[in-house]
């Protein structure tokens, strides 16, 4: 159709619907278009919808001076003209969230042809066109209308809010498209309110909609009565009621069918603030460990950890346990940078490390080996290979340094078979409380957050953490952590807590190889 036909249409439609509102006595201005042809085009391309199913190629707008002459009007149009049903909207009694409000049907006019009628009096128009920042231009009869007003208002400042909690520019746009641009259906809650959500929402994001804390704490749905899948796309007039439990928390699953900006950006923010608390911790256990090694303590200044921490490009102290926490910084640029007195590298060499710490502590105990025909000799245990209570060892007499234990696999035993005089047997006799330093490496998929979740499989089983180190690698992380276990049952425990946390695709022990402990002048 050229568009000069199409406008004759409008015309041939125009004037009958005047004559019909005339003679009901409903005063309106009745205006028409037919819709470009470029508009049409986008409109199939965007919605992927043959042209058969595009009802407004010709629109007419009628203004009314009242809510009430806009049902009377649309009830002259119905009894005129047959209505198609599924083309029927009232966002009059269910507004979308950006306050639009307006009464939309399609009938067939003049020659079966299909026309959309949009009904609307002139403040509901001037929303339309102008946005919500219309409620405070204009008044009627001299009275502002405060209700419309604070509703207006707690859109807008949800959207502000959107823009206050999301770091990045592309996000907030994600979530303003995502509440501005979509098709909208209509659920109940148990007290048989209205809630509008958008198509393909879920009880998720009815959760949400109530309140933040029924979102987080959702557990459950029932959808018509009946229990229902958290994942289900509700639809027009389902009756929806949400199960909580305090124990429920949101999940990363939860992101990948949520449809409403208020839904996914709560989730983001939880996730966001639990592993920022879970690093945290970490990271202040980390440091508190490296400085107690090294034998210096945090400055209480607040003046002097903010300064440090502004040179290490975080504005609080709490950023940066979060940041060791997350692995994005080492411990050592840390204590430099509140001790810049100190080399930390010197202070690392000058401190007795974890594993001398134990075999100094054993050297004056006389515990955790027993050595056949042997009485307080001196016992180290070698950092090459770590050996645990559990693991098969052997002993060699090293020279002026004592009894160096080895596990009966460590590569460097077989630097010492051209001297078998000096291998002794031993066996283990570990008391209780003794602890033991292993090396555990871990490779998985670059997951934000791994490194906390890994931290808090290990600390489950009860088993402190000396040092951890994640680094990011071509498609994914790998990580190195330091724990202390009893033996090797113990060993084993938190080996299959790490192998299970979502994203570790395996764990294993790794040989120390940075001292050597053999002992060999």
């Given at each position: 159709q050229r568009r000069r036909a199409r406008e004759r249409q409008i015309v041939d439609m125009k004037g009958p619907l005047e004559e019909a509102l005339n003679e009901a006595e409903i005063s309106a201005e009745v205006e028409g278009r037919p819709k470009h042809l470029w508009s049409i085009h986008r409109k199939i391309e965007s919605q992927g919808r043959p042209f058969e199913d595009i009802y407004d190629l010709m629109a007419m707008r009628i203004t009314t001076d009242s809510l009430?002459?806009?049902y009377a009007a649309l009830g002259v149009i119905h009894s005129r003209w047959t209505p198609i049903p599924e083309r029927f909207h009232d966002y009059v009694a269910t507004p979308k969230s950006n306050m639009y409000r307006s009464l939309h049907t399609t009938v067939l006019g003049p020659g079966g042809l299909r026309?959309?009628?949009q009904i609307r009096t002139e403040e509901m128009h001037r929303t339309a066109e102008y946005g919500i920042a219309a409620h405070w231009r204009y008044k009627e009869d001299g009275k502002s209308h405060s209700d419309e007003v604070d509703e207006a208002l707690t859109w807008f400042r949800q959207v502000l809010e959107w823009?206050?909690?999301t770091a990045e520019p592309e996000e907030f746009m994600e979530f303003l498209r995502m509440d501005l641009?979509?098709?909208e259906i209509f659920v109940f809650t148990p007290d048989g309110d209205v809630k509008a959500l958008p198509t393909g929402a879920t009880p998720i994001?009815?959760?949400?909609?109530?309140?933040?804390e029924v979102g987080h704490n959702c557990a459950g749905a029932k959808v018509n009565g009946r229990i229902a899948p958290l994942s289900r796309e509700l639809r027009n007039g389902d009756a929806v009621e949400i199960l909580t439990n305090t124990k429920q928390k949101p999940t990363r699953d939860w992101l990948a069918f949520v449809k409403t900006s208020r839904a996914r950006q709560s989730i983001r923010q939880w996730i966001r603030r639990e592993e920022f608390e879970s690093a945290h911790k970490l990271g202040k256990d980390l440091l508190d460990r490296e400085l107690k090694k090294a034998r210096l303590a945090l400055p209480t200044d607040?003046?002097?950890?903010f300064d440090a921490a502004s040179a290490l490009g975080y504005p609080t102290l709490g950023h940066i346990y979060a940041a060791l926490g997350r692995g994005d910084i080492g411990p050592t640029a840390v204590i430099k940078q509140f001790h810049s007195e100190h080399d930390p590298i010197e202070v690392a060499q000058r401190s007795p490390s974890a594993l001398s710490r134990l075999a100094a502590r054993l050297r004056i105990s006389g515990r955790g080996v027993r050595i056949q025909g042997m009485d307080n000799l001196m016992v180290r245990y070698s950092s090459c290979c770590q050996p645990v209570p559990g693991d098969p060892v052997t002993g060699y007499v090293t020279r002026g340094r004592g009894v160096s234990i080895h596990r009966n696999d460590c590569p460097n035993v077989l630097a010492l078979s051209r001297d078998p005089e000096r291998r002794i047997e031993i066996e283990w006799a570990a008391e209780k409380g003794d602890r033991f330093f292993v090396k555990l490496f871990m490779r998985g998929s670059d997951r934000r957050g791994l490194l906390s979740d890994v931290a808090k499989a290990?600390?489950?089983?009860g088993t402190d953490i000396s040092h951890a180190d994640?680094?990011?690698?071509?498609g994914g992380m790998t990580g190195e952590f330091v724990v202390e276990v009893r033996d090797l049952t113990h060993l084993e425990k938190v080996r299959r807590s790490i192998s299970r946390v979502k994203g570790v695709i395996d764990v294993e022990r790794r040989e120390h190889l940075e001292d050597d402990d053999l002992g060999w002048a």
């Open positions: 009430q002459d806009c026309y959309e009628i823009q206050q909690d641009f979509r098709g994001d009815f959760a949400y909609s109530v309140h933040t607040s003046n002097i950890q290990i600390t489950s089983t994640m680094k990011t690698t071509q």
